[in-house]
């Protein structure tokens, strides 16, 4: 704990060192972005576009876990299925799917539709990857076992397949959390927004209030933090058997 | 068995095992493949023994009984809490030139071709590479690796493997070989085979001195001079029992009278020990 | 006890017609098939802008790569900060991440910036980026930066902290020196997760570029998704998307057969 304390009062003081440097307009110290992180709470403007930002979260973020836990399963399960659309949403995961936005502008304009539907997408590809592989992942020798109690096709699925399913769909969770996260800030930022988070960069920026850019940024970052870490709790509490495997889906899209 | 000098000497080892588990990072938080490290607990209590030059002492006991920490112990691959282990006369403090090791598992370099993982040892050494290439050879034919010299071991089968691990090992010319479970993980025929090309290449090596660890009871009555009979946890030392076969030693010795009757004894003096340690498990699991 | 070393050869002369067709009506093949179809179908009767048909989109890009040359152009401009902000973010993550996994004390004073970097939504920053460093090459390199470094630094990491803890003790019983520990089983070890890092990182490195240039959209890729985005030239929009994700997968095959092919010891999976 002494290191990391120790770490983060380091870059502290070198933010401030360097704010000394290059002057308060180009790097505010911690001190001005704080305060000013401050004053943007009880104006009301931050936690309103939080809200604004959020809700394209919730509902974009939301359905793709709706959508792609079960599709993910099914193309598991189905092995030809699998072989026939997998790499669509490897190929999603894989390429850098922002350069849709100017796209989705075209076809769903510039407001939280827009934006809910790009999230959506985004996430999307990464909860159906890893739930695809823990479907298919499922040890042979489990299978087997099942099929030597005569267990049926149902039973093979619902008692075998599905809580080996559980943490992966924990890490798809988590996962994805983070991907919906990242996909709210890209489409506040290239779709053009009228209103949240990613127009208050554009506007503070405008104005060339660094201070009041810092303190976005950083927040939304912290956001994205503490979200991961809250989903990791969460698996945790709920799942604890699942320790030691290798389930973080990392590399996944290849 | 005539009088040899004492080659390597146990006096009174101690040792308490506590592996903790880490404190979580973050980033292992994250990466939870990397978090699992088991707790155990192992402990050796007032092991001592000699072994003279030129012995094969083979060390058997119940499961967690302590007898691969008592060999990890003997190379300084361990640490321990009391007592000492002296080599040639001196107190072992960290791994010496005079022992060589051979694990378990292998412990192959996958990114190693065979006459690259033989020679490990001598390039550590800082041996010449030509001399060190001649030398892997050589080993490598003695092991009956010939041909296979520029394979890496995950083309090889597991006894070809723990011949490149034995031949990786003799190469540095060892006087003491520390052998732990070497075979434990072949299958029965191959292990069999695996025994008797150990007792061929120790001919040609003699005097190499032993110490060999398994749970294999065979093994240690057809490999060794003496066995060494381990207490279940806290090990000690049960008993030392001389085995009285001429070598070389052949097939025919595993059907001998006196090898069932040692067979016999040595599984008696084991259940004992074992019966204890299955209640502690059981016990420890309910 | 015999060698699996050789491969079992390709049976010769069985490309009959049967297995011909058989490997052209693969699950994938059928799948992108259909999908062109029902693209195309979809397209029917709709307005070149809403949504062009597949063969639309094929000549607009036709166009842009043999007609006008734009999109190579483009693709040069964008390369740059590809290869200058991935370089920068190998040359420092690689390092880093072998240094977090040998020293648990550079692990605790860096982890923490690590994962706010790897799990935080870092395109918040490519406006800041703009701010302090114009809108030319640098916040592009910047963004490309912050994208692949935390997963490059996770990969080695993770590579570094699970040599196996048998590699290490063979290594000391054969007395290596702690030096020899790191250069002949640390680093070898390694290896292979440095050419994953380079494989993940490059992936991470393109979606930074593609962001970056949309963002800042004064050269490049970006401007030319502006451009026809503005223009409402919808099939030159969707021809510039599938190039980047046609080019994005490829680059990241690539990468991934440089993995099999640099690593010889490894089982081929």
Redesign the interface.
């Known amino acids: 704990m002494r290191t990391r304390v120790l770490s983060l009062l380091v870059v502290l003081v070198a933010w401030q060192i360097g704010s000394l440097l290059a002057g308060e307009l180009v790097l505010p110290s911690p001190v001005t972005t704080i305060s000013r992180f401050g004053d943007l709470m009880a104006e009301g403007r931050l936690p309103r576009a939080l809200v604004i930002g959020l809700q394209a979260l919730a509902i974009g973020g939301g359905a793709a876990v709706l959508v792609g836990i079960p599709l993910g399963i099914i193309l598991g399960v189905r092995r030809r299925l699998g072989q026939a659309f997998d790499f669509y949403f490897s190929a999603l995961y894989v390429t850098p799917f922002s350069a849709v936005a100017p796209l989705f502008v075209l076809w769903f304009g510039i407001d939280a539709g827009a934006r809910m539907i790009f999230i959506f997408f985004f996430t999307l590809p990464q909860i159906v990857i890893v739930c695809y592989q823990g479907a298919r992942s499922t040890p042979d020798r489990l299978i087997e076992v099942a099929r030597s109690y005569q267990a049926s096709g149902r039973d093979v699925f619902l008692k075998t397949i599905l809580p080996y399913e559980v943490p992966f769909i924990f890490t798809a969770l988590r996962l994805g959390v983070g991907r919906a996260v990242q996909g709210m800030v890209i489409a506040e930022l290239l779709i053009s927004a009228t209103q949240g988070l990613g127009f208050l960069i554009t506007v503070y920026g405008a104005s060339l209030d660094i201070a009041a850019v810092l303190a976005v940024v950083l927040f939304i970052m912290l956001i994205g933090i503490v979200a991961s870490l809250l989903v990791q709790r969460l698996e945790d509490a709920i799942a604890p058997w699942r320790h030691g495997s290798s389930t973080s889906g990392e590399g996944s899209g290849a | 068995m005539p009088e040899r000098p004492i080659k390597l000497a146990v006096e009174g080892l101690h040792k308490t095992y506590r592996t903790k588990r880490p404190r979580d990072?973050?980033?292992r938080?994250?990466?939870?493949?990397?978090?699992?490290e088991t707790t155990e607990v192992v402990a050796i209590e007032d092991l001592t023994f000699d072994i003279r030059a030129g012995e094969f002492v083979s060390i058997v006991g119940p499961s967690g009984c302590g007898k691969t920490t008592a060999l990890r112990i003997m190379?300084a691959?361990v640490p321990h809490d009391g007592g000492r282990v002296l080599i040639n006369g001196t107190e072992v403090t960290?791994?010496?030139?005079e022992?060589?090791?051979v694990?378990q598992?292998f412990?192959l370099?996958?990114?190693?071709t065979v006459t690259a993982n033989v020679a490990?040892?001598l390039?550590?050494r800082g041996v010449a590479p030509s001399e060190r290439r001649e030398r892997a050879r050589q080993y490598i034919n003695l092991v009956g690796l010939k041909g296979?010299e520029s394979?890496?071991?995950?083309?090889?089968?597991g006894?070809?493997q723990q011949r490149v691990g034995i031949a990786r090992t003799l190469a540095?010319e060892p006087e003491i070989l520390l052998m732990d479970e070497p075979f434990g993980s072949l299958d029965a025929l191959?292990r069999r085979?695996m025994q008797f090309e150990l007792l061929r290449i120790l001919e040609s090596q003699r005097p190499t001195t032993v110490v060999f660890v398994t749970h294999d009871l065979e093994e240690a009555l057809l490999l060794s001079d003496r066995i060494l009979v381990m207490t279940r946890r806290p090990g000690r030392c049960k008993e030392i029992i001389d085995i009285p076969f001429d070598r070389p030693r052949t097939d025919a010795v595993v059907d001998s009278p006196e090898f069932l009757e040692l067979r016999r004894h040595l599984w008696e003096s084991l259940r004992e020990e074992q019966v204890g340690v299955t209640d502690e498990t059981e016990a420890r699991a309910s | 006890m015999t060698a699996t070393a050789a491969p079992a050869g390709k049976r010769a002369g069985s490309t009959t017609l049967g297995t011909w067709i058989g490997r052209i009506l693969r699950p994938q093949v059928l799948s992108i098939a259909g999908f062109v179809a029902v693209w195309w179908l979809a397209s029917l009767g709709q307005p070149r802008h809403i949504l062009p048909t597949p063969f639309d989109v094929l000549g607009e890009i036709w166009r842009m790569a043999f007609e006008t040359g734009e999109l190579w152009a483009a693709l040069q401009i964008s390369v740059v900060s590809l290869l200058v902000g991935g370089g920068l973010a190998l040359l420092v993550g690689v390092p880093l991440g072998v240094l977090m996994g040998a020293s648990r004390s550079v692990e605790r004073a860096l982890d923490l910036y690590v994962i706010a970097l790897y799990v935080a939504p870092v395109s918040a920053l490519t406006p800041l980026f703009i701010f302090w460093l114009g809108i030319d090459l640098a916040p592009r390199v910047a963004t490309v930066f912050v994208f692949a470094v935390p997963q490059v630094i996770i990969t080695c990491f993770r590579g570094a902290r699970s040599t196996p803890r048998t590699h290490l003790e063979v290594a000391r019983a054969f007395r290596a020196s702690r030096r020899d520990i790191f250069t002949k089983v640390v680093v070898p070890h390694e290896i292979p997760y440095i050419v994953t890092a380079l494989r993940l990182g490059l992936g991470q490195a393109i979606k930074g570029m593609v962001l970056a240039e949309l963002i800042v959209s004064t050269t490049g890729l970006g401007l030319l998704l502006h451009t026809y985005a503005q223009l409402f030239d919808t099939a030159a929009l969707i021809g510039v998307v599938i190039v980047l994700m046609v080019l994005g997968v490829l680059a990241t095959a690539a990468v991934a057969r440089l993995e099999t092919a640099i690593t010889p010891w490894r089982r081929p999976a």
């Open positions: 990072t973050f980033l938080r994250l990466l939870p493949d990397l978090n699992s190379d691959l960290e791994p010496r030139p022992c060589g090791f694990f598992d412990g370099y996958p990114w190693r490990f040892g390039e550590l296979f394979h890496y071991p995950h083309q090889l089968s006894g070809m540095i191959t085979i």
